[in-house]
C-alpha cells in the first residue's frame, strides 16, 4: 500500500439524517497521519454517530468520505453515488479500529482468544503469530496475567483495555474512540486513560470521542468541539479551553469544567 | 484439573456405581433361565423334557430377561392346554399366575416389551429416543437455516421463511405425517419400503421411520426456527458492531460470535422441545410403527390387561427424566463463561 497521501481521512460535506431529524449537518474533517484528535461536545450532538459514520457502522445520508486520498464512498441524497470496490473498502476500514463506550467484548471467549479473533479469522494470519503479538499487546495495556479469564471477570476498565488491544491487533492505522470512558467508575478511568496517552505518544492516529476534557487537553493536537450536528468550533486544546470564540463552546465549558 | 473434575462429580459417581453394584449383584443372584424352567410343574417339566426329543414342539416358552428380574411365560397347544407363568428374583423362583406376583410378573412382561427388548432399533424405546433425537437434531439444523432466512435483509427469504413457518406451525402433526407417509409417496409413485432392500425384513418398519423422522423434522423445524430466531435476536447488537468493526464479514460474525452465544439461551427451549417431540413420536402408531405407545395399545386390545398403561408412563417419565440431566448438564458447561 502507498504512504503516498496527504490525509488519512478526510470527509467532505458529512450530512446525516435519521427521518426527518438531522444529527450530521455538512462536516467536513481532515485528519493527518499520527494527529490525535479529540471531539466534544453536548450529548446528542452527533459526535458518535460521526465517529460510526467514518468505518461504516452507519451509512451517511451525502457526502464524501476519502481514505488515504482514495475516494471511498460518496452518497447524495442516500444514493450512493460512488465508492471503491467491496474489496478495497474492506481491506481500508481494517485500518480502522474502533473502541466502544459499552467494550463488546465477545463474552464467550477468553481475553487472549478476544484479541486474537479477528486476526485469524480476518487477516488469516497464523494462530502462533498473533498469540504472540497478542500478548504482547495485552502486556503494553498492562493485563498479561488476564489472557485467559473471561470477560465477565473483569472490572469495566480491565475490559476496556482488553477492548484496546483487540482493535490493536488488527495493526490498524487509525484508532476511533467512542466515548471510552463513559461506562466507567470513576477510579478506573484512569488506566484507560493511561493506555490511550501512550497509544498516543507512540504516533498512532487518534479520533476519540470523551467527555474527559483533561485528558483532550493534555493529549490532543487539535479539538472539536460539536454541537446540533456542526462542528461548532475547531482548534488547538490551547485555543478551545483557554479562549472559546463561540458562545456555544463557552457555555459548554463553563458548564463541563465547573462540575 | 482432573482430579478437580473428578471431584465434581463424585457425588454423582458414587450413586452410579451404587446402583450398578446393586444391578450386578441382583443380576448375579437372578435364577437363570434353566433354573426358573425346572422349577415347572411335573406336568410341563414332562412336556418340556418330551419336546426335547421331538421335532414337534408343543410348549410355547417366552423369557424375558431384565437384567435384575426375569419373568418366564409357558404354554402348551394340543389336547391339554396348559399355561404357567414365574418370576425370578433374588435367586428364588416365584411362581406368579395369581396375586401380586401375577402383577408383577406382567409389569415386568409389559416393559420388557415396551423397552424393545430383545429386538431391534425398530422397537419399543429405542425407536423412540432414536426417533425423537434425530429429528431434534435434524429439526434445529434446518431451524437455523430457517431462523437465518426470517431475519434476513432479502425480503424473498424472509417470507419464504415466514411461509414455512406458518403451515407447518398451523397444521396438526398427524396430518403432516399422513402427507409424509401416503400422499407424497402417491403422487410421487414410490413406496417407503422400497428404499429399503426387498431381502430386509424390517423394511416396511426402516420405510415408515424414514416417513416419520422426515415429517417431524420438517415440523420441528418451524419450532426450533423461532427458538434460534429469539436466541439470535436477544445478543446484544454492539457484538454485531464490535464483530463489524473488526472487520468479520456476516457469516464470520454468526458462526463465531452471534451463533456460540445464543446456543446457551436456545437450550432451555429445546429441551421442552425435545421432551413435546417424545410425547409427539406416540403418533408414529398411525403408521404402525411399533413404539411405546403402539404396543401399550397392542397389549391392552390382545390381552385387555389395563395396567400396562402404568408403565408406559414411567418408561417415558424416566427417559424425560434422563434427557432433562443431560440438558442441565449441557447448560452449565455453556455457561461457563458468565
Known sequence: MSDNYEYILRTEHVSKHFGTLEVLKDISLSVKKGEVICIIGPSGAGKSTFLRSLNQLEKISSGKIFIRDELFLHRENDHTVDKLPKEKQQELLLEMGMVFQRFNLFPHKTVLQNVCEAPIIVRKEKKEAVEERAKELLARVGLSDKANEYPSRLSGGQQQRVAIARALAMNPEIMLFDEPTSALDPELVGDVLTVMKELAESGMTMLCVTHEMGFAREVADRVLFMADGIIAEEGTPEEIFTNPKAERTKSFLNAVLEA | ?338
Not at chain 2, 80 to 85: G, N
Not at chain 2, 163 to 178: E, S, V
Not at chain 2, 227 to 235: E, G
Not at chain 2, 326 to 332: A, G, L, P, Q, V
Open chain 2, 1 to 338: 484439573m482432573k482430579s478437580e473434575g473428578i471431584r465434581k462429580y463424585l457425588k454423582a459417581i458414587i450413586v452410579a456405581g451404587v446402583i450398578v453394584l446393586v444391578c450386578i449383584i441382583l443380576g448375579i443372584l437372578k435364577p437363570g433361565r434353566d433354573e426358573v424352567l425346572s422349577r415347572t410343574s411335573p406336568e410341563m417339566q414332562k412336556m418340556i423334557d418330551a419336546d426335547a426329543n421331538s421335532s414337534r414342539k408343543r410348549v410355547t416358552v417366552t423369557y424375558n430377561d431384565m437384567l435384575v428380574i426375569s419373568y418366564a411365560s409357558l404354554s402348551t397347544s394340543g389336547a391339554k392346554v396348559m399355561s404357567e407363568r414365574y418370576v425370578g428374583f433374588l435367586g428364588k423362583v416365584y411362581p406368579a399366575d395369581e396375586g401380586a406376583m401375577k402383577i408383577v410378573g406382567q409389569m415386568v412382561n409389559y416393559t420388557y416389551r415396551m423397552l424393545g427388548c430383545g429386538e431391534n432399533l425398530m422397537h419399543g424405546a429405542k425407536l423412540t429416543i432414536l426417533l425423537t433425537t434425530l429429528t431434534v437434531i435434524f429439526g434445529i439444523l434446518l431451524g437455523t437455516i430457517l431462523a437465518l432466512g426470517k431475519i434476513s435483509k432479502h425480503k424473498v427469504l424472509r417470507h419464504l421463511s415466514g411461509m414455512y413457518i406458518f403451515f407447518f406451525r398451523g397444521t396438526p402433526l398427524l396430518i403432516q405425517l399422513f402427507v409424509v407417509y401416503f400422499t407424497v409417496p402417491g403422487i410421487c409413485g414410490f413406496a417407503w419400503r422400497d428404499l429399503f432392500p426387498a431381502s430386509d425384513a424390517e423394511a416396511v418398519y426402516k420405510g415408515a421411520f424414514t416417513a416419520a423422522l422426515i415429517a417431524f423434522a420438517l415440523n420441528s423445524g418451524a419450532y426450533c426456527a423461532e427458538i434460534v430466531r429469539s436466541a439470535i435476536q436477544s445478543i446484544d447488537k454492539g457484538q454485531f458492531e464490535a464483530s463489524k468493526a473488526l472487520g468479520m464479514n456476516y457469516a464470520q460474525t454468526m458462526t463465531r460470535i452471534i451463533i456460540p452465544q445464543s446456543v446457551r439461551r436456545m437450550i432451555p427451549n429445546v429441551s421442552n422441545e425435545f421432551i413435546m417431540i417424545l410425547k409427539d413420536a406416540s403418533l408414529v402408531f398411525a403408521i404402525s410403527l411399533m413404539d411405546i405407545t403402539t404396543i401399550s395399545k397392542n397389549i391392552m386390545t390382545s390381552e385387555g390387561s389395563y395396567l400396562v398403561f402404568i408403565p408406559a408412563l414411567v418408561i417415558y417419565l424416566v427417559i424425560t427424566a434422563f434427557f432433562g440431566i443431560i440438558f442441565n448438564k449441557i447448560e452449565k458447561k455453556f455457561s461457563v463463561y458468565e
